[in-house]
């Protein structure tokens, strides 16, 4: 909704676009459960996973609250945010700062249950889980300049960077026992490139702008070299991304399409505020 709406918003100060983000904040503040600390990411899969879980993709949504809060919605909406990305921080990350794609609460806010839906295995690390976490945590220190979001996310990036390939662009879960075999996920690569984009602008030390920079660009010139464009193939940008371990495999997917577009409007921005 807010890629839709916030960027419609965002080019047209249309004020129904408004109106719909901010609707949709407050609809997905019911979902929080205040006494967990995070919102409730599927209520379709509570048999499974318990009576709430929490997917690691659900950092994204925090943006949406964030905007809607200081843009006309209540406090509570960056009181939601803060919590569940401060919760999801303690609860959903290995010692290695490797993510979980999914945790399991009881009600009473104790974690029972961290494992994948779309990952490998429980253990193993999906590589657009990680890409997400990257993106969530970078876009949290944007918005708040909290360093500890800053501290937290240069963990997850080294524990992303460290496990890349050749080329940048992740084998789709990173303890595929099928490497170097296994699929790619030119997604998690744009999720990545676009947050490290983002992140090189936001800090103050030079090297570290650099540094996130440099890798961004380097995951972007893979992206967009014939390995991976599309071309006249079919009516996508890239090719390779993974969806999951059952389903979409090495195929074009529109949010692999969305961040890579996202990175190379944020490489453009870098590369006219230097000129």
């Known amino acids: 909704m807010y890629c839709s709406f916030g960027n419609g918003y965002r080019l047209t100060k249309d ?15 019911t979902l ?4 967990v600390g995070t919102i409730l990411s599927w209520p379709f899969r509570t048999e499974q996973w318990g009576p709430h879980n929490t997917i690691i993709d659900n950092l994204m949504n925090l943006e949406m ?13 960056c009181d939601i945010a803060n919590r569940h990305a401060a919760v999801t921080m303690e609860n ?5 700062y490797t993510s979980y794609h999914i945790v399991a609460y009881d009600m009473a806010g104790k974690r029972v249950k961290a494992g994948t839906f779309q990952g490998y295995s429980d253990g193993s690390t999906w590589a657009r889980g990680q890409a997400w976490a990257i993106y969530g945590y970078g876009m949290m220190y944007r918005e708040t300049r909290d360093v500890r979001y800053l501290d937290f996310v240069k963990k997850l990036i080294e524990a992303y960077l460290v496990r890349l390939p050749d080329d940048a662009v992740p084998y789709w879960d990173f303890d595929d026992p099928a ?9 998690a690569a744009s999720i990545a490139a676009s947050a490290l984009l983002d992140l090189s602008r936001c800090i103050d030390q030079a090297d570290d702008q650099k540094y996130y920079r440099d890798w961004g660009v380097r995951m972007l010139r893979s992206l967009s070299s014939p390995a991976y464009r599309s071309n006249e193939r079919n009516g996508a940008f890239l090719l390779h991304s993974t969806g999951s371990k059952t389903s979409e495999i090495d195929v074009s997917i529109n949010y692999a399409d969305y ?17």
Do not use: H
């Open 179 to 187: 490497i170097p075999d296994a699929p790619r996920d030119a997604s």
């Open 15 to 29: 004020e129904f676009y408004k109106s719909v983000i901010l609707r949709t904040a407050d609809t997905l503040a």
């Open 32 to 35: 929080y459960n205040p006494s």
């Open 65 to 77: 609250l964030l905007w809607a809060c200081k843009n006309g919605g209540t406090d509570s909406l």
């Open 259 to 275: 961040y890579y577009l996202e990175a190379l409007m944020r490489l453009r921005d870098i590369q006219r505020s230097s000129s």
């Open 92 to 96: 959903q990350f290995r010692d290695d």
